[in-house]
């Protein structure tokens, strides 16, 4: 069974950082591409960012190009989302995605809320 989970979410005041892992089994790590995406309330759910297999090609969306990075470590089963020069618009529940085939699995979410 395909197992998603996130952690590192939390408060974090304007311009700080957070470090976002997301622990993956049931499956063969390496061999997936990884995204994360988030949602904002109010709001459709939204694709940050993504890596390929080896972690040699990494996507982002524009609002968060140079302060996030995506990386992870197969060795450790694990996909990370650095967050930097975090902004109150980054306030939303962040998902870990792996798409295999047409079947998508999805992590529990964690919640990352920035504000003063």
């Known amino acids: 069974q395909v197992r998603l989970v996130e952690s590192g979410g939390g408060l974090v005041q304007p311009g700080g950082s957070l470090r976002l892992s997301c622990a993956g089994s049931?499956?063969?790590?390496?061999?997936?591409?990884m995204s994360w995406y988030r949602q904002a309330p109010g709001k459709e759910r939204e694709m940050v960012a993504s890596?390929?297999?080896?972690?040699?090609?990494?996507n982002y969306v524009d609002s968060v190009k140079g302060r996030f990075t995506i990386s992870r470590d197969n060795a450790q089963n694990t996909v990370y989302l650095q967050m930097n020069s975090l902004k109150p618009e980054d306030t939303a529940v962040y998902y870990c995605?792996?798409?295999?085939?047409?079947?998508?699995?999805w992590g529990q979410g964690t919640q990352v809320t920035v504000s003063s």
């Open positions: 995605r792996v798409r295999r085939g047409l079947v998508e699995s």
């Open positions: 049931g499956f063969t790590f390496s061999n997936y591409a």
């Open positions: 890596i390929t297999l080896s972690g040699g090609i990494t």
